[in-house]
Nanobody
């Protein structure tokens, strides 16, 4: 399973670090992807990191503000979000595919508001 944490209420311009802890599988064998779902919208992919951590990828609109990383010794992936904007509001999920089976966390809610 995945368990996300780190969300909360943040003012515009602030920062957050979201965490995603994996268990029940060999975390270091799998890429981890971050998605977000804004209120009333479809879930969208925002970032991903390969199994070794050697490569990371971002949706164009978040490049320069989002940084994804991982610590395989802690079975944890991170999503650092800087210069938060109201449009970053939503529930953030981590995801991977375990041999074709989808694994989603329960999500952590981020609210950006003054």
């Amino acid at each position: 399973q995945f368990v996300e944490s780190g969300g909360g209420l943040v003012q515009p311009g602030g920062s957050l670090i979201l965490s995603c802890v994996g268990s029940g599988f060999t975390f270091s064998d799998y890429a981890v992807y971050w998605y977000r779902q804004a209120p009333g919208k479809e879930r969208e992919w925002v970032a991903g990191i390969v199994s070794t951590g050697a490569g990371a990828y971002y949706e164009d609109s978040v490049k320069g503000r989002f940084t994804v990383s991982r610590n395989n010794s802690k079975n944890t992936a991170y999503l650092e979000i800087n210069n938060l904007k109201p449009e970053d509001t939503g529930v953030y999920f981590c995801y991977t595919s375990l041999s074709g089976n989808d694994l989603w966390g329960q999500g952590t809610r981020v609210t950006v508001s003054s």
